[in-house]
């Protein structure tokens, strides 16, 4: 969507808008860590990103790439800048198309700093000398498609431009097709404010938005620093307040959080702007305090529909956007689930074609493996020696006192408040959660923890439980979702021997549905056989880099080899969305060997002699359910592709 499309509707309604500048890291786990804070800062609602690009291109590749990350995989509106200077025009081809391929419709267009090693602005051979001119082409050849951003400087463009003498570059740069304006850095409202009226005066719309430049106070080194580096104006008031402090981090932040609040409530209620850009320096505190003085970031008590329209991250990719259904399976995952369907057969129609499809292919080619170095991932989750290691590992996850799991990149949510304690039992049981949703039978849509969608709609889920299961406990188990009519399940190893009581020529299974006023009825979550065949290739491919962590002759990598290589993945759907525990008494009794509860001090079995883990009474008679076995020659699914239906499970 066009960023000026977007501003213009929430100003219209009388909400200002922020944004926030990332540049791209040096190192791939900088990369990495930044997808994170990107991500977690999309929470606070921006109505764009942008990502800047390197003097000369150098991180082009990098640019284009965060870009698409951004913009498919975390649904942030995104801004790709572009400069021109020492750049050939058939760099400048290449990510224009990979732009347009992501999905992007917004560019920043700029002249451009010289590469460091250059000491002045060169033109490269069939390349661009202005900005106004890489306007032009952009226009030639992509018409309207996206919105381009130009540069304004309220205090100069360099030692050789004043702020008054740049305003007709400004003006020509409007005129051959600009339709934003986003400034240098500046501190000083008075100024910006008299800048902006000087803008219009010399034939600006006021449809072409003015949009301040604005760096929070991270650190006194870092401001004054970057201050002097763009000859930017600080009041003296602001030295004044700092300089005292100036080496205390958290007192620095802290003050300096109120002068730019400030700062952006003059330019706010003098009608100068209703957006704020802020150039993050891929920082998240000082702008998140800044945000929240300003008391503009969404909350429980304002839930805004445009921010959570699907109960999943919404994907902003090409041909993405019409996306409404999805299955659980990546829930965790966003980015993976992202990569690995792009190309799948008949997307986006809300079905995926058979295993046969070329998509279903080699894994390494999507690049969704761990992230962070192995040193990076022993350091968060240690070095598992037993099972109840991993059990361990699994209920920290649960309390909060683990950042992420291999199969879950995030915190656990607030939506598994309700479950927590179950979640944590299982685990404690070494019955290792992977994935969970609780029941909700009419939850309004403007809930804070389960809403999403339009305003004055009603949503309902289906208890759902995703989890490993030991291979001797998996028969019992078995036998206890078939005594209930209401349960449908999918069992799974990494061998492919896959065990389902769902109906074989039965649809996805809905899991997440909402009613609206005016609407049909929106299924957005699923259930269903082929994509959870894939979702194990990937499951499985995973605990295998898990185990990689650790060196070929320790006792980690072969307990982790173990559970993920032998314990089956066994996913439950309770189908009466009334019913908030009818998965979990499932399990009652049951514990895996060599996981002991710890109660009072005192190893317990919960009251029950166990043989196995399984208690007596259910190993008597118990028939051992039958796997699929049937070689189809396909390697991403081994031999899973023909399941076993209800009736082949109690024939």
Partial sequence: MHITKKLAAAHAEGRPTYSFEYFPPKTAQGVQNLYDRMDRMHAMGPAFVDITWGAGGRLSSLTCEMVKVAQSAYGLETCMHLTCTDMERSKIDDALKECYNAGCTNILALRGDPPREKEKWEQTEGGFRYARDLIDYIKSKYGDHFDIGIAGYPEGCDDETTADQHIPYLVEKVKAGGTFIVTQMCY????????????????VPDSVPIIPGIMPIQTHASFIRRANWTNCFVPPEWHAALEPIKNDDGKVREVGKNLIA?????????????????????????????????????????????????????????????????????????????????????????????????????LDVYGIGLKGTN??????????????????????????????????????NSEADVLREDLIDLNSRGLLTINSQPAVDGAKSSDPVYGWGPRNGYVYQKAYLELLVSPELIDTVMQRIEANPD???????????????????????????????????????????????????????????????????SEARKVIREVTESWYLVNIVHNDFRQKRGIYHLFDGLKVSGVD??????????????????????????AKPEVNGVPDGNNAVNGADKVLTNGDLKN
């Avoid at 109840?388 to 590992?393: E, F, H, Q, R, T």
């Avoid at 710890?598 to 002699?609: L, Y």
Wanted: with cysteine.
């Fill in 597 to 622: 509860v710890q109660v009072n001090g005192d190893a317990q079995t919960n009251g029950h002699s166990h043989t196995n883990g399984v208690t007596e009474a259910e190993t008597q008679g118990g």
């Fill in 188 to 203: 000083d409202a008075d100024r910006f404010i008299e800048w902006a009226k000087q803008v219009r005066a010399a034939g």
């Fill in 487 to 553: 349960l449908t399940f999918y069992a799974v190893n990494n061998s492919g021997e896959l065990k389902t009581n769902a109906d074989s020529e039965g649809g996805p299974n809905a899991v997440t549905w909402g009613v609206f006023p005016g609407k049909e009825i929106v299924q957005p979550t699923i259930v269903e056989t082929i994509s959870f065949l894939a979702w194990r290739d990937e499951f499985y491919h995973l605990g295998s880099e898990w185990s990689k962590c650790y060196d070929e002759d």
């Fill in 375 to 412: 040193e990076h991932n022993r350091k968060l989750w240690g070095e598992p020696k037993s099972v109840k290691d991993i059990s361990d590992l699994f209920v920290g996850y649960m309390k909060g006192k683990v950042e992420t799991l291999p199969w879950s990149e995030a915190p656990i």
């Fill in 262 to 362: 400030d700062f952006c409530r003059k330019l706010l209620d003098s009608g100068t702007t209703m957006h704020l850009h802020f150039y993050t320096m891929n920082l998240a505190a000082s702008t998140s305090m800044v945000l929240d003085e300003l008391s503009v970031t969404p909350t429980n008590e304002t839930h805004d529909p445009d921010i959570k329209p699907l109960p999943w991250r919404q994907s902003l990719g090409k041909n993405r956007r019409d996306e409404n259904v999805r299955p659980i399976f990546w829930r965790n995952r966003n980015r993976s689930y992202v990569a690995r369907t792009q190309d799948w057969d008949e997307f986006p129609n809300g079905r995926w074609g058979d295993s046969r499809s070329p998509a279903f292919g080699e």
